[in-house]
């Protein structure tokens, strides 16, 4: 069973109900693609598809590729769409900051491999569920939706 403030729900203006847990799947599978893709342990993606590379086109490694290559530009796309370029860089300067801080304070020490890449892995998989959040993040903030920009702006 899911602890409370996971599956809690708000009601919104119109009376729709929304749950919270769909912040916490967006979180779980954003940290999913940037851990899978690349992590310090060696079991990845990029390992598996490089570990025998004359063998790059035999069995389910094209479906894979194929995959993760569709994924990846799913949460490109989303994250510029949703923060454009400046919000992306405001973004990985705040993570970066926060890292800094967290080296400051002797929790890490990113002079090390493993753990400098720990940070930056879960720094991209913060920026990916950003990047799908930040829609939602601004209509809270703000009440307003996000619209589209016409080429007239």
């Known amino acids: 069973m899911l602890p409370k ?37 060696g079991h990845h993606f990029i390992h598996y598809i490089t570990a025998n590379s004359a063998d790059l086109l035999s069995g389910f490694r094209p479906f894979g590729i194929l995959i993760m290559l569709a994924l990846w530009l799913l ?10 370029l400046y919000g992306a860089v405001l973004t990985v300067i705040i993570i970066a900051a926060f890292i800094w801080g967290l080296q400051e304070y002797g929790v890490i020490n990113v002079k090390e491999f493993e753990q400098a890449g720990w940070a930056a892995t879960i720094g991209v998989g913060l920026l990916i569920w950003f990047g799908l959040n930040a829609s939602i993040i601004w209509k809270k903030l703000t009440g307003v939706y996000t619209t589209d920009s016409t080429d007239e702006d």
């Open 75 to 84: 949460a490109i796309k989303s994250i510029f769409q949703s923060l454009k």
């Open 5 to 41: 403030f996971m599956t809690s729900t708000s009601t919104t203006k119109t009376g729709k109900q929304v749950t919270h847990l769909n912040w916490w799947i967006t979180l779980l599978m954003s940290m999913a693609l940037a851990v899978g893709t690349w992590n310090p342990t």
